[in-house]
């Protein structure tokens, strides 16, 4: 069987995929909702995929809790249907401003208590505990820095590309 140029472009997206530890099913429903130039049923992403309607929603339901994908519905129709972003300066970008926001911004502001709460224990173990808390702390505060510029970079880059 002769691949056509679809099938490897979604083979290529599956192993990029896979690479941030997604799953078979997960890897190709991406891959088929990137190449898709609109939004998919999940019947069709069934089809494509040659996974069962169940399984597929099942993985569908993890992979919009993380952002990668959107659902919807289309006037009229029952089917529920789900698009990707093409852009992925855009997606990295939502998916930073998603971690900044939900990680990265409630660890800055709960980390101070819970390594005050330490100097109340005297103990060896709560002394290396405290010490790992601080530590994690300052990667928290200089990960913020550095997300701050990369998003402000993916800004940049989006206006002199008219996006």
Known sequence: MVKTARD???????????VNG???LSSNIIANLYVSP??????????????????VSTSLKMIE???????????????V????????????MRLMKRKYEKVIL????????IIEKYKKYKSKTSKQEADIAKNYYKQVTA????????????EVIHKISGK
Request: glycine share 6%.
């Open 106 to 113: 409630p660890s800055k502001r709960r980390l101070p208590v």
């Open 8 to 18: 490897d472009f979604i083979d290529l997206i599956v192993e990029n995929v896979k």
């Open 65 to 79: 809790r993380f952002g990668f994908v959107s659902r919807m519905k289309k006037p009229r129709s029952r089917k």
């Open 81 to 92: 249907y789900f698009y990707m972003e093409k852009d992925l300066m855009t997606m990295g």
């Open 22 to 24: 997604l799953d078979d």
């Open 143 to 154: 990960s913020q820095g550095m997300m701050k510029k990369i998003i402000k970079m993916i």
């Open 38 to 55: 609109e939004e998919v049923s999940l019947e069709e992403l069934s089809k494509k995929t040659g996974y069962s309607l169940s399984s």
